[in-house]
Each structure stands twice: as structure tokens, then as C-alpha cells.
């Protein structure tokens, strides 16, 4: 695939070419530069006799291949990473004096990491999980980091209970099964027993968890943060990424079936979409409240269990990010990527949630470990874009080189440089909240009320959602083996909805609870999935093609495809170059062997006069599989044969006919809607 011009002239790609390297078309040689003879054969005495101490050059490229691994991340281990950049829609000074913030037109160079949360580096990708959703933006002030996820609460509202929250949902020590998935009994057992985890858990069983694409979701800082503007007047923020695509998401069968047929499904689809030039975007919205307002809520604004509903705080879109550039080398900077809560620039600055204060600091711990040192921020990927200077010296791997006799403070021999920055110059200064309190391991009564959000999250879904809420609950809580976790469970959510933990418990035969907490019945229609935005763009057809296929009728749709911005790919049973009746040459881009209907948003079956039995069978099972998967059917010409009976095309999203441009109209219709519940799927 040809790499499409990015927008490369900006600080930190400039930066990063200085560290890029091509081998291609030179010399082998070794670490030392010593130009190498023989690659092929260790130094021997003798052709068949034993290898030699001497041969320096099988030790050194053996020894670091021994060490090219390092610690995977105790979470996000799985991720993928991207390019880009941030532009400011207007100026937000009023509300912050971050600098990469407040002049209209801004651009910031961004990287941003995507992630599942549980499953170790090599897992597969489409398991039901929170998605990380880290960014960085190099600012002129230094590295700010917005390290989200695409839910906007959390498990736990204390750091200390991370470490708990996470060995419950790891495989289980004994036996280290299931791999990326919270279906077993540790997870469901923390759930039970630590309710404040009743709201995350409703999104985790929620369509959320299971993105169509990395491109498709939204982000969330879930903390509340603070801005600070010139004025040193605060505000209580939050930060959305809102995707322009819209939020979709696979079905369950669906996404464990991808796991088997394509365990790199997301990263590849981030990594084509860019290649292709179709580069993925994120709106950043932020939502306010004056500090003088924080008491007026029903909910402890510090909690990260609660969302500030956008219909009470709206969403303020401030600018957007482009993802733009693919990697060049997914080790050096994906993996080595080291991104930090605590990371940020004057004008944003902590609250006092318990989650996020633990948060500030884990992340570097966690990079000393990881990265090998303290040095880590001098790894291309992780240096900021302006200058640093500061009296940290030596460490492993050390790569600046220190000049002069200077690395304390205060000093007269280097005129006590590197000096501190007044804050009116720009140096950081921590917001001067006043705060008073005993010291004392509690936490405040105002975090008590765990149901009410995930009862409104609940009430706010579609009957869909809502359908496949009750069928993940009885999946996960069907792999519990103990029958009293199954049951702890069904009894706390019967406090989020009588109704679903009914039905729960009936699905995984346990004795149904009678009664939940009373709660005061809320909604928030922007929680639900099918009040997202909806577009053709990017998804993906799979066309059914045969020998002798209708060149022109076909040419008609995928001109109108490609106006639309819908990708396709020709799947017949040979690989090669199929001939239409016409003389129309298509290339077929995958076999029934190298890929399935799971891998699509849509099919489309065109077929051809010459088919036999093997084609059939499987043009037939494309088509019952999408059927099945609620996605977008088009069948025209002899596709149209293997459509299971005149029942199947009357179902919504089904589309056939003969005149071509009615066709296409009604397909890139059904395309524009991703899934068709209302279909009879029997
Ligand atoms: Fe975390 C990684 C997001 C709570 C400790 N976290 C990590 C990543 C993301 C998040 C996106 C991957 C970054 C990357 O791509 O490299 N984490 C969150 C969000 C949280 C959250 C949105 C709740 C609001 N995390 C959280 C807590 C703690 C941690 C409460 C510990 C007190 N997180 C870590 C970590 C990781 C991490 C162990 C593992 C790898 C890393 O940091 O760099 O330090």
C-alpha cells in the first residue's frame, strides 16, 4: 500500500526524523559499525565442530535479540497508535491560559495510543472491554496528556483500589484463564462486593465495550479537571472526544467471532483508514462548572463513578484532532509511548478526586519499570517539543549529554541556572485551593450513591441496547462457576433495574430478586447509541462476485460508493482477475478461505450466471451471517438467488432489485444506518 503525504511539517515529526533510520540499501555491519562478512554461519571449529567463544558478532546479535522484550503494561497492554493533530476552534482563554488552547486556528502535533484494558500485548482485540483512549498533545509548554477511556466512568472512586479491581478481572492466578475478558468468577465477585462499581459495569455489558472501530468511539477524561485562566479564575472541566463518525459497535457473536478470524481487527482498521487517507476525527468538547457551582448537583462532582449529564452540562465543542500519520516503527513509539495523568501544562490542573490523586502516581512508576529507568522521557516518542532543562542527571540509558560542572540548585557557577519561571512568565504554579480536613482513610458520604446513574443509564438505552445489556450480563455471569457470585449479582442490579436483573436471573438460573433500592427515574438520551451521528463513510462492503458478473450495472455502484466514501472489497472463489459479460476486469481482493462476513459492515451479493455448488453454499452463508449480525444486505442479479426465501427480503436493510440506481440509493440508506434491529433475525 502506497503511503499517502501526510501533513509531516510539524514540530515533533520534525523532531522524530532525526531519530529515524532506513536500513535499506546499506552495509551490514555490527553495533560497532564493523562491516559484517557472513550472516548465515556461526564462527566454527571446523564445519561441523562446536561454535566459538571469539565470534563477537553471533554474541552480539544473539544477545540482543535475547533482550528485544520489555514489560508489557499491567493494563492497556494491547494498543494501537496514530499521528495527528489538534486544531483549536476558538480561542478559550476566557477559560484557560494553556497556551495550545487560546489562539484560534492552533494546531498541536498529537499521538494517541488506543487500547483494550485487560488482555495481555498479543490478545485479541474485539473482547468486551473498556477502550483506552491516550493522547498527547506536544504544546510549546510542554507535554500534555488527556489519558482517557471511550467510558466516562470508572470501576472504582479510590486509587487504592486499583490493584484490587485489576486482579480480579486479570485471568485468575491459578490456572491464568480467561484471557481479556472479565467473564469469571474474580471480576464478578470484585463487582458484587465493591458496588461502586454498579454504573462502569452497566457500560461494560453495554454496546460500548465492543467498538465497530477505534474510529467509532468516543474518549473521556473522567476525572473532573480544573481550567485556570490569566485571572487564575478556575473552573471544574471535563473533557469529551467526541467521534464525527459516530458511536457503532459490533454485536456480541459477531465480536467473538472476529477474535478468531482477525485478532488485529481495530488496529488494522485505524491503520488502512490512514493509510487510505481517511483520516479519523475526534471533536474535543468540554463540559464546565464554576467552582462556586459544585455543591449544586445531586451527584459529588470528585466521583469518577458519575457523568455530568451533557443535558445538564453541555458539551462546549472546542477544536478538533486529526489522526494523519501512521507509525513508522510500532516498538519505538507505540510501545514506548509513556503517557501520564499528571502530564500537564499551566491553565489545567488536578481536582481532588481520589481516583485521579492515585492516578498522578502510578504512571511514572509504572514507566520505571516498563521503559527501564528514569530516562524515559528522553525516548523520541515521549520528549517534548520545547526545550527542557533541569538538574536530573545520569540513570540508565542516559542519551542527553550534560555539559558543565552545574546540576544543583541554588548555585553561583552557573548563575543559579537552569532557573525557575514566574507564573506570570509562564511557569506552572498548582492552583491555590484552600483545603482543610483531618487526616483520615474515609471517603466522603456524598460518593455513597452508587445506583442512580446506572439506573439512568439503564432507563436511557433503546430496547436494543437494553436487549443486549441482559444478553452480556447472562453471558459473563453464565461463565461464573460459583452459583452464590451469580446470585450476589443479580441482587445488586436489581437495584439498577428490577425488570433486567429479573431476566438475568432467570437466564442463568438463580432465584430472581424481589425488590431493589427505590431510585428517582432519570434519563439522559445522549447515553444511547442510537441518538448517535450516522454515516456511509468508511464502512466497509464485502461484493460477492462471480465469472461473467455484470460489469456495468456494478461500475453504476461503486461510483456510487466511492461518492459516499464507501470502502468495498471483491470476494469471489479464486483469487486473480474476474471477467464481467462486458469485458469489465475486477481484481478479487479476498477468497471465501481468506476472509468471512464477520469482517464487514455490509454485504453485497452480485454473484454471476456461471456458479457452482461451493459458491453457492458460501454466497448463502455471507449473506445468513450479515442477516444474523442485523447488517446492511444488497443482492442483485444472481446474488439475489441466495437470499434464504421472499421471508428474508422482506426484513429491514435487506435490499434487492433490478433498477440500479434505486438499488444503490436504498442500500447506502441502510449502509447509513449500520445495524437494522427491528429485523425478525429468527
Ligand atoms: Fe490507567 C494505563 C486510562 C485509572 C494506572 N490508563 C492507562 C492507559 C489508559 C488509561 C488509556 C493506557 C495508556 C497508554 O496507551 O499507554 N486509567 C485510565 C482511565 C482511568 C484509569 C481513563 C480512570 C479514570 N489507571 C487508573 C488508575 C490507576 C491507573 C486508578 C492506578 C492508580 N493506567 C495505570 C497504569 C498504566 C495505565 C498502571 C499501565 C501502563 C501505563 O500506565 O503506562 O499506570
New binding site residues.
Partial sequence: MKRKPAFDENSKNRQLEEFRTDDSGKDLTTNQGLKVSDDEHSLKAGVRGPTLMEDFHFREKMTHFDHERIPE????AR?YAAHGEFEVYESQSHLTKAKFLSEKGKKTPVFV?F?TVVGFRGSAETVRDAR???TKFYTEEGNYDL???NIPV?F?QD?IK?PDLVHSIKPEPHNEMPQASGAHDTFWDFVANNQESAHMVMWLMSDRAVPRSFRMMDGFG??AFRFINEEGKAHLVKFNWKSTLGVHSLVWDEAQKIAGKDPDFNRKDLYEAIEKGDYPEFELGVQIIAEEDEHKFDFDLLD?TKIWPQEEVPIQMIGKMTLNRNVDNVFAETEQ???HPGHVVPGIDFSNDP?LQ??L???T???LI?LGGPNFHEIPINRPVCPFHNNQRDGYNRMTINKGQVSYHNNSLAGNTPSPTSEADGGFSHYQEKVEGRKIRARSESFDDHFTQAAMFWNSMSDPEKKHIIEAFSFELGKCKEISIRKQVVDMFANADLKMSQQIAKNIGVEAPMSGVSIPEKTSPALSQENTIKTPMTRKVGILLAPDFNGEDLKQVLDSFKEKGVKHEIISEMQGILKGSDGTEMKVDETFSTTDPVLYDAIYAVGGPIINKKFAKEGARYIAEAFDHYKPVGATHEGKKWLHNSEMRKQPGVITGDDMGMFTDAFLEAIREHRHWKRNVG
Avoid at 503494561?73 to 492497556?76: A, D, E, F, G, T
Fill in positions: 503494561r499491567v493494563v492497556h494498543g495510543r487500547s483506552g483512549f491516550a489519558v482517557a477511556n470508572f472504582i486509587a486499583f473522567v476525572h469518577a509511548v509513556a503517557f481516583l492515585g492516578r502516581f502510578s504512571y512508576d509504572t514507566q516498563r
